[in-house]
């Protein structure tokens, strides 16, 4: 993919319309749609392109077709862990298209729920119906060409319909993604060449009509799939989009005269296969007059959680209605006639596409009888060689077959046979064996109406989700009971994935962490998904929805996406939609903020000959709470405590010549280290800071200690911490409390000193100093110079003269209190 704007990035930050973050189902169809409408787009996708034949199928590719750039792995697969669940989602041009099964099923109209409650509080509740979205359904199936699966006489496809109707249950070949014919209604044809479309093919190479080799979830070969790389993207492409890939997303923040600031980096194929400090990667800027997060659910909450101090007044919903779509995997094994006898059933589930056919459950919304909540479950393929490694594992049979094998060879070179037999074709197929195992197996992929009652957010700066299957343990129960029923229908037995043992499920299909909702108590953003209060930003993926779709929910986030893009369209003219003029007028001001601003700097021995200076330094660690969008420390460190949101810091403070400064009135140092702290994003590397110990503002009672901190939080966006310790002496027992309490607040921007009254306040806290981190401070302390121990006195006298002006005015000579 190309990289037109690199030479303007190296001279100045370019300016689109529009900028989208990632290539899946919400983002391909953002590209297209505005592309369309004739805005300049940019597509920032993470991930490299696969056209067809470049999918890893051997094992030494598979062991490198993995996502983690850190590690040199450049490839599709994106695993995630948590402590009830595991994800897995991809990386790559055309994002969850790429490994899903193509299922394009239209989420129940009942299904779309109001006020539904929640364990523990809230409630469901999806400020849109199936009636916004019905056209859009429409739209995006004649893009994709939503065909049903069209071969009836498919083993596990028959097995399917045969088991529904047997248990009474309803069944459907939903619409598929695949193109199973050379031209519209026209006959399937394994393997026939595929004409191009009119708006071309962006990787210049043939596609094949479905050759039914079960491998959609590890990349179609062939290009059999309507990916969105051969449709929405290959369209998006021939209206002007450009499409940028390995171009990782790490933050984002509003421009001063409207639009965003985008920033990322890209990941260097040269790289790949060797490790790599992404981290240091060096930043390359963006502006656009609109910004669309599409990158996935795990994706785009993690970027708004990372880049939450540069979005205020973003909400309490940021992280909340997290779903995994209901998913569930079991297994149907050794499958039989059923009624019709007790031999071996073929079932072949590596033939055909993953998904040919879906059962579907009712729903107590459904008002028909049903109860509980509704949920579909979906037949299930793979590769063959899922085939062979299957009966590889069946050890007692294929130990059994090999040593058989082994003595007949034996006897045949001893010449005990009874006769001279060469033919050793039959003893070979005894050897393979019958393969029934594989054959009569089948996976069944459940999904529905799960409680989305997960929360995400950041844990020491990475993804963390509290989420379990215990509040959804009803559903989940259902769903197993109606995979035992098809399984036992088969004459099979049914078998729980090995993960459900300890309760926990994979997703593929994770949904919710920025909700769409009526107001910002409720959600992130609105009905189209633009965020609260932040006019041009989009939230256009699976983190959008505000619980499960309970069908495949592929085609709802599509369908979603081109509602919202056409608001957009509808409304330019209304809102800036070129960011060039903003760019401009606003390029001072951004690098004004982004840069650490001037500020006086510690003090420190001039040059010359004389004698170097004493310096002395020692490290200070000080914890607690801090809450957004709040200006009172107290009230933050309140708030910040019932939500759990700790603030923590690690500083070495440095008095390059202690001399002047224990002279200098101001008694200034400087300051190096780091903030933690998850609601900004995470760890916060000091950039510039500075240290003031014992001010006077004119009472001579108080003193003040004073902190300014010049941070930037992972997305790039700079940020000042600015404290104080109070040192006044009110009535009791309060030395160790005012010399240990720091009341912070954060403000916007690198905001140097006497800046404060002008800045913007994105929040506020409290931190302490632990008796524990203080006996370790203690032990921190050093002098390095030709004087260290006239330094250390220097300072202890200065620090304990200062307590005892202020807290010494009570007692008298004899000691006894005044």
Known sequence: MRHAADAAAETGVEGVDVVVVGSGFGGSVAAHQLAEGGLSVVVLERGRPYPPGSFARTPAAMARNFWDPSEGLHGLFDLWSFRGLEGVVSSGLGGGSLIYANVLLRKDEKWFVHESPLPGGGYENWPIGRGDLDPHYERVERMLGGTPYPYPDTPKTAALREAADTLGLELSRPPLAVSFADRPDGPPVPGAPLPEPGYGNLHGLPRETCRLTGECDLGCNLGAKNTLDHTYLSAARHRGADLRTRCEVRGFAPLPGGGYEVRYVVHDPAREGHRTATDRLPLRRIRCGRLVLAAGTFGSTFLLLRNRSALPGLGPALGTRFSGNGDLLGLVLDATGGAAGSAPRRLASSTGPVITSAIRVGDELDGDGSTGRGFYVEDAGYPAFVDWLAEAAQVSGGLRRTVGFG??????????????????????????????????????????????????????????????????????????????????????????????????????????????????????????????????????????????????????????????????????????????????????????????????????????????????????????????????????????????????????????????????????????????CDVLGGRLPVEAGWFNLFTRDGDPTRRRMLYRLHLRDPGGNPLTLVGRKEVHDDPGPDVWSDTSTLYVRVLAGHVPEGGDAAARVLGAGVLVILTADFARQLTTFRASGPHPARALEGFGRLFLGELWDVYGTHFTASGESS
Request: proline residues 7%; charged residues 20%; contains cysteine.
């Open 407 to 676: 003595l007949d060879r034996v006897r045949s070179r001893l010449g005990l046979d009874a006769g001279p037999r060469s033919n050793i074709s039959g003893r070979l197929a005894r050897l393979l064996g019958p393969g029934v195992f594989s054959d009569s197996a089948l996976p069944l992929l459940g999904m529905g109406r799960d409680v989305p009652d997960g929360r995400m957010s950041l844990r020491r700066g990475y993804l963390d989700l509290d989420w379990t299957t215990l509040t959804s343990r009803r559903y989940f129960e259902r769903v197993r009971a109606t995979m035992a029923d098809v399984a036992g229908a088969l004459g099979g037995t049914f078998h729980d994935n090995p993960l459900w043992w300890a309760r926990r499920v994979v997703t593929v299909h994770p949904l919710g962490g920025a909700p769409m909702g009526r107001h910002p108590g409720e959600g992130v953003c609105d009905g189209y998904g633009e965020v609260f209060g932040h006019p041009g930003l989009y939230v256009l993926d699976g983190a959008a929805l505000p619980g499960p779709v309970g069908a495949n929910p592929s085609l709802t986030i599509a369908a979603f996406a081109d509602r919202a893009c056409r608001r957009i369209l509808e409304t330019t003219g209304t809102r800036p939609t070129t960011a060039t003029a903003s760019a401009t007028a606003s390029a001072s001001a951004s690098a004004s903020a982004s840069a650490p601003a001037s500020a006086p700097a510690p003090a420190s021995a001039s040059g010359g000959g004389g004698e170097r200076p004493t310096s002395l330094s020692f490290t200070e660690e000080m914890r607690g709470y801090l809450a957004l969008d709040v200006a009172d420390p107290e009230e933050g460190r309140e708030l910040g405590r019932a939500r759990g949101q700790r603030m923590m810091f690690r500083l070495t403070i440095t008095a390059d010549d202690v001399d002047r400064f224990v002279a200098d009135p101001r008694h200034e140092a400087g300051a190096v280290g780091h903030v933690v």
